[in-house]
């Protein structure tokens, strides 16, 4: 059994009913050697007093409440957490949320494939939904992969077209990875699609994937950011919004950014009918691609487009 440290950064807010389910869970790990950090958004319920009562019968477990520098939201604790975890000097890092279940091999089966392969950087594993801890059984089946895709050989272009399931809870990360990356705390939803677009495109990453259920997703209505925002739809549409724009810029700025995002930009562009995002496109294609698909595309269809849009809309384009 590897003596291996392994940083648990557990965000909650509001969850007194329910987190000590999750505690229970990571309690019980085969993999004995952790530290659970418990980042608390400020909870207006009895989850400080249910977790503190927790942390003093294990010591491994650390109850922190999120200082008001850090903004609110899930982005924002989850960026506290990742702070506390670089002060320790973690060496792994796994992400877990307050009302859901972990495997008791989770950390253990995730883990060996570091302690083989030191260069690794990531390993991920499947799970499952459930509404009551009655439907868990902790049998180690193997996923099948009709219902949780993790394995890929292009780490970016899967998860972009949303071909693996990959989360918050699956991965365990090398703790090295994520120093220089932090969630955008303007980001009320799809932070932690934002969070791993730009490092698998920063990044070259090593993985593995562990082809077990390793954790239960608890499926309800009431998520840690829907007890946070009243407005939903208008949030989610913002967060899309902001997501998009902040990883098509960082694609731009890349000196070889791969195909197949180019031409996912410039298809969602042209049905979105977004002049904007539809010209920086373009005039990286024309001025970095030699790809000659590509580049016959700009000329012969994006080029005209704009044409047509500076005659009827008076837009100074230029082409």
Known sequence: MSNTLITILLATYNRAHLIEETLRSIQNQTHVNFECFITDDNSSDDTAVTV?????????FHYFLKPE??????????????DLAEKHGAQYIQFFDDDDIMHPRKLELQ???FLVDKKLDLTICCYRKFDKTAMIEFDLDLADDKSCHIKTGNLLKSF???????NSLGPLWKAEVLKRYRFDERLRYTEERDFYLRI?????IRYVPVPYIL??????????????YEDNGVYKKEAKRI????????????????YFLLKSFLKKAIITNNSKNLKGVNNYVLQKIFDWKLRYFTILVLNPY??????????????
Do not use: M
């Open 52 to 60: 503190k009562r927790f942390c003093q019968g294990d010591p491994r």
């Open 69 to 82: 520098k850090y903004p609110k939201g899930l982005s924002a604790n989850r960026n506290f957490g990742l």
């Open 111 to 113: 883990l060996k494939p």
């Open 160 to 166: 972009y077209l949303n071909k693996i399931n990959l």
């Open 200 to 204: 698998f495109l920063l990044q070259k």
């Open 215 to 228: 954790f239960w997703y608890r499926k309800h209505e009431k998520a840690i950011t829907s007890n946070l």
């Open 243 to 258: 997501s998009e724009t902040n990883f098509l810029n960082l694609v731009l700025k890349q000196e070889k950014a791969p």
């Open 306 to 319: 704009f044409r047509i849009i500076r005659v009827f809309h008076n837009f100074n384009f230029y082409v």
